[in-house]
């Protein structure tokens, strides 16, 4: 086949969800014909393949290297889109839907490096037509990032380890402020002052709790106590 003919040819796998033809067509096509036009948007598009084939490391090491070969293309914001997608993909397990657990608990560094990258390309891309959907994401993962904090620092709470769980809460509110998470984090903090017998500090975390959240605050009826327990 023409170079032309073995990118549709794998083009159409791709749209029609054939993602492992696609892989093979787009590989062959780079095998055949590695320095045409038609292999660069190949490699950008197995990258894409890979990804919604639940191959995520491949995903990423493939966009790796277009970004590393073809640094100037005009389509490589693309190929850091992809490795923020492909570093994120949360799957519930039997248990986590049984027990109703949020993934939110577990090891938070997929979420870590998915947001790095989607921040790489917001910097380095501003105007890219996916720098809105990064930014979407962004936010998402801010919220999954704070809320696994948020974990943490309950852990630390019920284990009586008061200055970790005011570290945990205070990471949360100077790395995360537009979180949903932060009313908790404040929460916390108040405990765990008062648990510390910092009774200033607890009553300073209270004043800005009810004043920035006072939905949270009535919600919470712990609020308007002195956190005594």
Known sequence: MEAKELYDKGKSALNSGDYELAIEDFEKLESRYPFRVYAQQAKLDIAYAYYKFGEP????????????TYPRHPN??????????????????????????????????SAQKSFQYFSELIERFPDSKYAGDAVQRMIHLENYLARHE?????????????????NRADFIIENYPRATSVPKALDI?????????????????????????????????????????
């Open 57 to 68: 490391e491949s995903a990423i090491s493939t966009a790796d290297l277009f970004i590393k």
């Open 76 to 109: 490589v914001d693309y190929a850091y889109y992809i490795r923020g997608l492909a570093s994120f993909t949360p799957e519930k397990s039997f248990f986590d839907k049984l027990f109703r657990l949020d993934p939110a608990s577990r090891d938070p560094r």
């Open 150 to 166: 948020i974990y943490v620092a309950n852990y630390y709470m019920k284990r009586g380890a008061y200055v970790a769980a005011v």
């Open 189 to 229: 903090m108040v405990k765990a002052y008062r648990k510390l017998g910092l009774d200033d500090l607890s009553d300073d975390a209270r004043r800005i709790l009810l004043l920035n959240y006072p939905d949270y605050s009535r919600q919470r009826k712990a609020v308007n106590r002195k956190f005594d327990s």
